[in-house]
């Protein structure tokens, strides 16, 4: 974050030729801001801190952690590809009082979150783009500031665990069932391929995501 204020001015010559200072977060006023789609309790650094320079400029650099709110698509799961809001703003003030810009543009911005996401997990970072729009709320207008990130998943766990697995099985059915074999060994091999499915069927339920309205293809066929 950075704002200016024009009552914390001083000439560095004045004061030893020094042109900035590190000040605790509550010696001067700054915007509050808040998440739209923040659940829980928002974790941040003890460092809390700004630097203010002789002309009143001041700047925060403050990492925390927060838990937000998604609504997953999940239909094409584990070949899907989500994207969630992060929206920023301060209701505080109207945005005739308070005006918020982003310093950055998105392809820097995504630069950046590229540098800092270091989780080799099961998402993978793709794409960030930010809109800047005015939100009308009771009869007030606030700006907001809104982080579309997009994620895509990894689905080769997936593919080794679940869905060749259950190729191979269907293929095995197959073979059997239009080949030379018996009556009695068709039917046993039927019970086996039965078993085999059910296993998987149990271990896809454990593993499906259920936040969404859409159940995905990999679970209806």
């Given at each position: 974050q950075e704002w200016t204020n024009s009552l914390v001015t001083w000439e560095p010559r004045d004061f030893c030729n020094i042109s900035k200072v590190a000040l605790p977060l509550d010696a001067y006023w700054s915007p509050p801001l808040f998440i739209l789609e923040e659940v829980g309790e928002q974790k941040s650094s003890k460092l809390q801190y700004s630097v203010v320079t002789h002309s009143g400029g001041f700047n925060i650099t403050l990492p925390f952690q927060v838990t937000t709110t998604c609504g997953l698509k999940i239909l094409r799961f584990p070949f899907d590809t989500q994207t969630c809001n992060v929206s920023v703003t301060s209701f505080l003030y109207p945005a005739t009082d308070l005006v918020m810009k982003m310093k950055r543009t998105p392809a820097e911005m995504k630069n950046i979150s590229q540098s800092y996401f270091l989780t080799d997990g099961e998402w993978k970072f793709t794409d960030l783009s930010i809109i800047e729009h005015i939100e009308e709320i009771e009869n007030e207008q606030f700006y907001v500031l809104t982080c579309m990130v997009s994620m895509e998943r990894r689905?080769?766990?997936?593919?080794?665990?679940?869905?060749?697995?259950?190729?191979?099985?269907?293929?095995?059915?197959?073979?059997?069932?239009?080949?030379?074999?018996?009556?009695?060994?068709?039917?046993?091999?039927q019970i086996a391929i039965i078993l085999g499915s059910s296993m998987l069927a149990v271990i896809l339920n454990n593993i499906l995501p259920t936040s969404s309205n859409e159940p995905p293809v990999i679970g209806t066929c």
């Open positions: 689905p080769i766990l997936y593919v080794l665990n679940l869905i060749l697995p259950t190729c191979a099985l269907y293929l095995l059915d197959m073979a059997v069932l239009f080949g030379p074999s018996s009556l009695e060994e068709k039917i046993n091999f």
